[in-house]
């Protein structure tokens, strides 16, 4: 870091959480001393080249809470993470994957379709719209999308859709989306690409 070192950094948010405790003691004046544990100090692990006798000791007086000496070896870094890194907080992070929604492109030169389909998927799909071929190909250029859902009468000619699958939509039914989308998505072979009717 250009302006402090991890030593200064560490010191520097040590003296924040002892002023935050001190703060949140002082006004609510509800949280006991014993029961600091509501306040958890946030874990700090020094990686360092320097791995000479006695480092470990030094980052540790410090306000580190351990040490990983480089070069880094894997096994070693996933029982640091293990060990510092709380089963809440695993568990969170696993929940906060399992809320990510799916990008969904809906592809219709008819607004009033792209509208209902909006509707009908915003709830449990993130949706982005194209009323043409050429701005879905513009959107894929920064876009991920899980899947494409397009008006069959605007395929035409086949379009590089960057191995995304193409649920083609024959007859617009905005309470038979959400089915297609998850049928498709389900099936293994779906998600190498191509291009599918709608069923």
Do not use: C
């Not at 000791?57 to 029982?79: H, R, T, W």
């Not at 899947?147 to 069959?152: C, D, P, V």
Request: proline content about 6%; cysteine-free; aromatic content about 4%.
């Amino acid at each position: 870091m250009p302006d402090m070192d991890g030593i200064e950094a560490t010191a520097h948010i040590r003296a924040w959480e002892k002023n935050k405790k001190k703060n949140s003691l002082e006004l609510a004046q509800l949280i006991p001393e014993k029961d600091s544990k509501l306040l958890p100090e946030i874990p700090i692990i020094a990686l360092t080249a320097n791995a000479l006798s006695g480092m470990r000791e030094m980052f540790l007086e410090k306000g580190f809470n351990d040490f990983l000496a480089k070069p880094i070896d894997v096994s070693q870094l996933d029982e640091l993470l293990d060990r510092w890194i709380g089963k809440e907080k695993k568990d969170q992070v696993t929940e906060n994957k399992e809320k990510i929604k799916k990008l969904v492109l809906l592809v219709d030169d008819n607004r009033e379709n792209l509208k209902l389909g909006m509707s009908a998927l915003e709830e449990k799909y993130d949706v982005i719209t194209a009323p043409s071929v050429e701005k879905m190909l513009r959107l894929l250029e920064n876009n991920s999308p899980a899947l494409i859902l397009m008006n069959s009468n605007m395929s035409g000619s086949p379009v590089d859709t960057k191995d995304i699958p193409v649920i083609l939509i024959t007859e617009f039914d905005p309470a038979t989306l959400i089915p297609s989308i998850e049928n498709h998505l389900i099936n293994s072979h779906f998600k190498e690409g191509g291009i599918y009717e709608a069923v």
